[in-house]
């Protein structure tokens, strides 16, 4: 993340890192409320959190609980972290005293001695760290109802997935059909691309990921495996090579999944300039573990690799190696309209981000809702299951029932450990760029207590 900041700064900013800083030092010096919706989480990753000595002082009350709603979270540690970054630059995480904390943690993790996990230390080092760079990669792009759709590149499966299934989609005209049937198109055009991602995708430095993904052509050939019955998953992936042979598919693939915790949020300005920006530490709390005296967890980002292959005698693009960076479903998206932006959107949720951002995009695109109104309906997530996952809302909608009835689509209820936060599919924002020369900034209405949406200085008119 440091890396990427600097270069952001660095390419596009109008400030210095170290002066972009500063709002978040204050941040994480002043503190700020804790919230309900932050109460979940802690509970969510409680046993990792209490594992570790420095985890449990930053994170918990006293005794090792969640912090209660309504009290101050302040870190100081991370406001003086922030601090060094900006005197030092990113050069401090990479190769200076940073580094050399972070490799020690991991080395010689701050266990609790109250613990029933069992840690075992790792093998990081601060060379590991100073080896790492930021690349520049070209996004993905496909163009869908006369907007160019702009996406993140592997080593994210997101851009390539979502593309797919756009263009899978739009061999349907959906926004003149009954509503049902355009939602049978949808989640059989994820069900069709989340089997290609499983099989073809990964760090594309490692792996020779195939350009047909984002060819109409290679669409066309899953196109025509949708009839009027839900396919049965899990569905073989196809032939993402020419020439393509028409409704080609290889043998059946298996499915991943990551965990669901990832932020997401989507910022422009009066010139133009947009920046939609995933960003995470895998499950909530990472591998719960806090850097003493530098006040931020470590990630646990290796879960999202295959550790066996997803089907057993073939290749699996996302098996771990050295130097290799995880697959992830981060969709960061920018729509253009002849060259000029005519929305953004992104959401966290893990595998479900793909099917999240989809959703979003078909709700505002060919079923004329407003973005407030795309982010807001029910979602449901088909990534190659049996079941699709629902949210209550669609769930036990009429559409979903006719989708049962009519399709054959089935449905489960999306659920988890702490109800309240894990029945949502995805946290989505977006900011759309309305006719007027408006700008509408977007965020969640219910999901996880709601979303933030902002404008720093509103127009007049």
Known sequence: MVATWAQAVGRYGEHSLAADLRPAIDVARHGFTITPDFVQQEQTSLTDLQAFTSSRALFLTPDGQ??????????????RTYQDLARYGPGYLYRGPLAADIARTVQHPPVWPGTSLTVRPGIMTAADLGRYTAKLRAPTHV??????????????????????ALNILSGWDLSSEPRVQALFQYLEASRLAYADRNAYIGDSDYESVPPGLLDPKFAATRRCLVHDTALTSPVAPGNPYPPYAPCATAAAGGSSDEGLHTNHLVVADK?????SYTNTIEQIAGNGMTVPGRGFLLNNEMTDFDFTPATAGQHDPNLPASGKRPRSSMSPTIALRDGHPAFAIGSPGGATI??????????????????????????????????????????????????????????????GPVLPMASWIGNATGIDFLPDGRMQAA????RRDGGSSLVVHPSSH
């Open 354 to 415: 793909i099917t999240t951002v989809l959703q979003i995009l078909i709700n505002h695109m060919d079923f004329g809702m407003s973005l407030p109104d795309a982010i807001t309906a029910p979602r449901a997530s088909q990534r190659n299951a049996a079941t699709t996952q629902a949210e209550a809302a669609f769930y036990n909608s009429d559409l979903a029932h006719q989708l049962t009835s009519q399709y054959g689509e089935q449905f489960s209820l999306v659920t």
């Open 143 to 164: 163009n869908y109802r006369g907007l160019d759709i702009y996406g993140m590149a592997p080593p994210s499966s997101g851009g390539l997935t979502v593309g797919e």
């Open 443 to 446: 965020g969640e209405s219910t």
């Open 66 to 79: 969640a912090l209660p709603v309504g009290s101050t979270l302040r870190n100081p540690d991370l406001a």
């Open 271 to 275: 010139w133009g300039n947009v920046v």
